[in-house]
Every structure is written in structure tokens, then in C-alpha cells.
């Protein structure tokens, strides 16, 4: 790696929120950092000492010439809606107000996605559309508008404070895992995971790590996506096929990643439990008072741990599971939750009781290839085949990637009944 | 900043009011007003009469088409709307969200300035 690359992996985030509140402008400030380290790929060797600092003063002149040349006049944009524009004297992390403002509820999902991975992730457009299977002008046009937005509607730049601030990190955790979702199980295309996706997922779960310390929720979202990532290499066999979790090879998972989310989960249960802190530290949740505890991200991240600290797939705790999908089921009320407590259910007391709790899922799932999926693994187990098949069939109608159509064709021949 | 709250929403329920129910719509938006004046937030609005009475201009090949009814045929309908002046979309959303209508658009009025 170059200098400058790593300059633009550590710096890029931190340089782009900081120039942002200084020119109140997102657009100016990422193509004035942008035109700094361009300089910097032809002026480095030799390093400067303090490179970001190098880079801030390049793009603050970048910046000016751009607004001297009228190029931005031209736009007629207004300027950012900064709290504090009080021009600092040391770098300070300016970044959660950047993360903020581009995962703000004004914005469509999509729109918080791709500026979240463009300014907070540093990823180039074309990375981006890439990662999304979209041609580079659509999502180059998806980034200014939702940067158009940002300022015709005067979303601020700012970060939340007070009850306000609970709900809005909801929104940025929402959008990071959408991310990682969307990399570790891809809804459409050829291959079934985009590690590259689901990394700079986890790199971004770190980053709000840093700027929202003890924050069970952020944690707990860290901690989730770093057990499933610590799968992405037995997930998949040698022709790209998907390889259900008690058949993965388990030596090939990532066990460092799985200490560290185990870690991260001890060290929160260890803030909520006065008694075992020790410190008489009561208060567990430091930037989100109000929340239920645990809530949904941290008991995610408890049932793939559950997984993850299994050392063979028969050794999964699968009654606690059950329970933990329970208590999630119970604050979210979702349908893709019920269908997982099925799962657990299924596992800890029979296929039976798992096909029950499907009841009723149809009318929101439907369109859902899990959904038939489990249904028809059920029904196998319950020896019910002709149902079984049917299941299968519903399934392959809504399958969305290659990988997952070959599997449930596989599971379907498998059926001693055609 | 400057927007515009649009108040949006099915107008059957208020067609459909009593005396007493419209009072108490009226006092939620004498309070909503309220709060406007005490941050110095209010620039102006009007309650619209129901759709109904909406009449339609539209210009096409050079003449202009009086049709009766609203532009757009919805269930829901713009019934009012509030000119506000607020720091930012954040508060902008905070008195959105004290609007007693339903479903509240937020506009953003561009600045000529």
C-alpha cells in the first residue's frame, strides 16, 4: 500500500467531516479532498510529516480556488445548516455529524447507503455501483441528489442530542447493517456474498464503535456482523454453492473475529450488571438512556453468538436461541424474526412446533423464498413429502440468486416423491 | 429556512364531523399555533376549503381547460398548510411532528436571496 492510499484509508472519513463544517458545502469539500490527494499520488515521496495535515491544507486551498473560480456559484446551492462553524485549531473528529447528515430520515435508504459508503466509507462511485450491480452513471446520479437534498432541504450537519439522538442512531445502525446485509447475503446477481461489502460494513460498525462509545446497541451491531462475517469462508463451497450452517466446515471460520464480538458482548453485559463491574457503574448505555435493554441489535448478536461460540453444530445451544428470538420477536414484531424462532424452535423441540409458529407468515413472507424454504425442510423432517414438494416449488418461484436456486434444487431431488 | 407544512389527509373524517369533534380538531391547531408563535416559528397559513370546491386551470396547445376538482384525484387531499421559519429540516420535523394533521409534506421554500 502507498502512502497516500493509506492516507486515504485512515484520513479519508475525518478530512472530508472536518472540511465539510469549515466550507458548509459536502459537494465542494469531497471534490477539494479529492483534488488533495490527487496532488498528493504526484507530490508524495516525500511523505510530509503529518500527512493529514498536508492533505487538510491542500484541499482548504483546493477549496477556496474552486469558490474563487465561481465553478459552485454557478449551482446556486445553499450553503450547509452547521452548528458550530468555529474554525478549530488541532483536527477534531467531525465524523459522526457527517455520518449523521447522510443517514438522516429525509433521505430514501438507498440514498443513505450509497452517500454513507461514498463519504463516510471513502469508496469511489464506480466501487460503489459496482458493489450494487449498477451502471456507475445511475449511482453517481442516486450520490448528488441525495447531496442535493442535503441542501436544498437544509438537512442539518449536526448530530442529534437529547431523546432525538436514540431514535436517529436507530437510522445510521439501520443503514450500516443494510450494508452488511446486503454484502453477506446479496439479493440479486451471481455470487451470494460481497465480502467487500460486508468489510467496509464492519469497518463502519468499528468507526461508530469509536465515536459512540459504550452504546450497547452499536456494540451489539459490531459484534452481529463480526460473527457472520467470521463465516464468509465456509459459507460458500468450491462452485459457489451455499453450505447451510451445521454442514460449514467450522475451522474455517474466522476465530479472532469471534473472540472479538464475544468480547465485545462479555464487556457489555458486564457494564449492565453493576454487580459484575464492580465499579458501581449503574449506567449501561451511555449515549441511549431511553432504550430497552437488550434491544434488537445486542440480541442479534447474542443468537449468532450462540452460533459462532458453538465448537460443533450439534453442541448449539438451541433452547437459548429459541428463547433469544423470543425476546426479539417481542420488540421488533417482525415476521423475519417469527420465521427464525421457527427455526429455533424447530431445533430445540421438534418440526412440529417450528411449522406452527409459520402460521400466518404467508401474507407479510410470501414473497419470500425462506419462508417456503423452511416450511418445506419442516414438512421433509415431518415426513409430509408431497407437501414438501410443493413448498419447494412456491420457493424456486421467488428465489432471488443463482447459488440459493441451485441449493433448493438440490434439497428438492432429494425428496424420494417427484 | 423557510418551508411550507403541507397538512394532508383524507377529508372524509372531517366531512363526516360533528360540531363537537371539529371544536377539538380546532383547539389541537389553536395549541399547534400556539406553539409556532411562542418559538417564532409561524409565517402565515390557511385552512383550504374541502377539494370539492377545487376548481382546475390547465393550459394545453395555448388554451386554457377549467375542469372542476383538484389536480390530482387522491383520497388524500392538501386541507391547509403553514409557512414556518425553522434552523433546519431537524426542526422542521420537530414541527411536523406537533402538526395535528395526519400526514404532514415538508417543502423547503427556496431562497431567492
Not at chain 1, 508524495?44 to 459552485?72: I, K, M
Request: net charge negative; with cysteine; glycine share 8%.
Amino acid at each position: 500500500m502507498t502512502a497516500v492510499e493509506q492516507a486515504y484509508r485512515e484520513h479519508w472519513a475525518r478530512l472530508l467531516a472536518l472540511l465539510t463544517a469549515e466550507v458548509r458545502d459536502l459537494d465542494l469539500a469531497e471534490e477539494a479532498l479529492q483534488d488533495a490527494f490527487a496532488a498528493a499520488v504526484s507530490a508524495w515521496p516525500p511523505v510530509p510529516g503529518n500527512p493529514p495535515a498536508w492533505l487538510l491544507t491542500t484541499a482548504r486551498r483546493r477549496a477556496l480556488d474552486r469558490l474563487r473560480r465561481g465553478a459552485l456559484a454557478a449551482r446556486k446551492l445553499p450553503l450547509l445548516i452547521v452548528d458550530d462553524p468555529e474554525p478549530p485549531s488541532v483536527i477534531p473528529d467531525e465524523r459522526l455529524r457527517l455520518i449523521f447528515t447522510c443517514c438522516h430520515p429525509a433521505l430514501s435508504m438507498d440514498a443513505r447507503v450509497a452517500l454513507t459508503l461514498r463519504c463516510v466509507g471513502g469508496l469511489t462511485t464506480r466501487e460503489i455501483a459496482r458493489m450494487f450491480l449498477v451502471p456507475e452513471a445511475t449511482m453517481a446520479a442516486r450520490i448528488t441528489r441525495a447531496k442535493k437534498k442535503i441542501a436544498q432541504a437544509g438537512i442539518p450537519y449536526r448530530v442529534p442530542a437529547g431523546p432525538e439522538l436514540a431514535e436517529r442512531r436507530d437510522g445510521v445502525l439501520a443503514t450500516v447493517y443494510l450494508i452488511f446485509t446486503e454484502g453477506y447475503a446479496a439479493t440479486g446477481g451471481d455470487r451470494l456474498i460481497r465480502a467487500d461489502l460486508a468489510a467496509e460494513a464492519v469497518a463502519l460498525g468499528r468507526m461508530l464503535r469509536e465515536l459512540l462509545p459504550a452504546d450497547p446497541e452499536v456494540d451489539g451491531l459490531l459484534a452481529l456482523m463480526l460473527c457472520h462475517h467470521a463465516r464468509r469462508d465456509a459459507r460458500l463451497g468450491p462452485s459457489g454453492e451455499l453450505i447451510r450452517l451445521p454442514d460449514q466446515d467450522r475451522s474455517r471460520w474466522h476465530r479472532e473475529e469471534i473472540h472479538e464480538a464475544l468480547s465485545l458482548l462479555a464487556a457489555v453485559s458486564e457494564r449492565a450488571d453493576p454487580r459484575g463491574a464492580g465499579s458501581g457503574q449503574t449506567e449501561s448505555g451511555g449515549a441511549s438512556g431511553g432504550d430497552p435493554f437488550p434491544g434488537p441489535y445486542l440480541l442479534q448478536a447474542a443468537i449468532a453468538a450462540e452460533h459462532a461460540a458453538a465448537v460443533r453444530a450439534e453442541d448449539t445451544d438451541w433452547p437459548a436461541i429459541a428463547r433469544l428470538y423470543g425476546e426479539l420477536e417481542q420488540i421488533t414484531g417482525s415476521a423475519v424474526v417469527r420465521l427464525n424462532r421457527a427455526v429455533a424452535v424447530a431445533e430445540a423441540s421438534g418440526p412440529g412446533d417450528g411449522l406452527k409458529l409459520l402460521d400466518g407468515l404467508d401474507r407479510m413472507l410470501g414473497r419470500h423464498h425462506l419462508l417456503h424454504a423452511t416450511r418445506a425442510e419442516f414438512l421433509r423432517r415431518l415426513g409430509r413429502e408431497r407437501e414438501a414438494l410443493d413448498a419447494y416449488e412456491r420457493a424456486l418461484e421467488v428465489v432471488g440468486t443463482d447459488p440459493e436456486r441451485a441449493f433448493l434444487l438440490s434439497r428438492r431431488a432429494d425428496l424420494s416423491i417427484r | 429556512m423557510r418551508y411550507v407544512l403541507l397538512a394532508v389527509g383524507d377529508e372524509k373524517p372531517w366531512a363526516e364531523a360533528g360540531p363537537a369533534e371539529r371544536e377539538e380538531i380546532y383547539a389541537r391547531w389553536g395549541r399547534f399555533e400556539e406553539l409556532l408563535t411562542a418559538r417564532d416559528a409561524g409565517r402565515g397559513g390557511n385552512e383550504l376549503a374541502p377539494s370539492g370546491t377545487a376548481t382546475t386551470v390547465r393550459k394545453t396547445g395555448g388554451k386554457a381547460v377549467v375542469t372542476d376538482g383538484p389536480y390530482a384525484e387522491a383520497v388524500e387531499q392538501i386541507g391547509g398548510y403553514v409557512t414556518i421559519e425553522a434552523a433546519s429540516m431537524d426542526e422542521a420535523i420537530e414541527f411536523a411532528e406537533a402538526c395535528p394533521s395526519e400526514i404532514v409534506e415538508i417543502r423547503p421554500v427556496p431562497d431567492q436571496g
